[in-house]
């Protein structure tokens, strides 16, 4: 899937105020209203969603301590890179957006009515975080059709890489191809509501653990069993 359009992403409103930072649960029970505005928000975000992922693989020449140098020249560094991609043949680089439209909303809502605001800006983070569940699952099965396994998706920010470590690695390997996706000299992307991720690929790649363990904000994070698959199994 070098460039993917059409994305039919899930959505709803316990997902949208988990993109708030709320505890659904929490905020059922106590504020009706805020339920209201997440499908208000929910209803007139989603027509405004433009997801989009780009892809580019990646074979890997050579792992040599927390480098790992590909064929093609680049190379991805940092320990929490070569804790998991060391066994990878290969290394996929995905590029998730949702475009400028529902930020170009959210930004004139914002001045008027910050609540809503906030509940438009949740609908973007949920579809964002859908969309590369999606992309990482659509890549796990075609991984598994040439006998491979595929890593926990690893992005910027995660311990042991940090934004200023791994943002640039990942552009300098992808250049001006990632779908109109550009990153700032302070390492932010713009569109905002973009996510950038690394998965290895190889034929035991071995139980690694799920994302939520490299979390920054692990240890005050509520929703671990949220995102945690032998949770939701």
């Given at each position: ?31 009706p209203r805020l339920v209201q505005l997440a499908t208000k928000a929910l209803e007139v975000g989603r027509p405004l969603l433009r997801p989009r992922v780009f892809s ?98 690893l992005s910027p920010g995660m311990v042991g890489w940090t934004v200023d470590e791994g943002q640039p690695q990942i552009f300098n ?61």
């Amino acid at each position: 899937m070098p460039n993917m359009t059409g994305w039919e992403l899930v959505l709803d409103e316990d997902a949208v105020l988990r993109g708030q930072g709320a505890d659904p649960a929490t905020i059922r029970e106590r504020s009706p209203r805020l339920v209201q505005l997440a499908t208000k928000a929910l209803e007139v975000g989603r027509p405004l969603l433009r997801p989009r992922v780009f892809s580019s693989h990646h074979e890997v020449k050579a792992v040599r301590h927390d480098r790992i140098t590909l064929a093609d020249g680049g190379y991805l560094a940092g320990s929490l890179i070569s804790q998991h991609l060391s066994p990878a043949q290969q290394v996929v680089i995905l590029v998730c957006t949702i475009g400028t439209a529902l930020d170009e909303l959210l930004s004139e809502v914002m001045r008027q009515d910050m609540v809503y605001g906030l509940a438009l800006d949740g609908v973007g983070s949920a579809a964002t975080e859908a969309l590369a569940n999606e992309a990482c699952r659509l890549l796990e099965i075609e991984a598994a059709k040439n006998g491979f396994q595929a890593s926990i998706p690893l992005s910027p920010g995660m311990v042991g890489w940090t934004v200023d470590e791994g943002q640039p690695q990942i552009f300098n390997l992808i250049g001006d191809k990632a779908i109109g996706v550009t990153l700032s000299d302070h390492f932010v992307m713009s569109p905002r509501k973009s996510l950038s991720m690394v998965l290895g690929l190889g034929p035991d790649m071995g139980y690694q653990g799920k994302v939520c363990d490299f979390c920054t904000i692990r240890d005050i994070c509520r929703y671990q069993d949220h995102y945690d698959p032998a949770a939701a199994a």
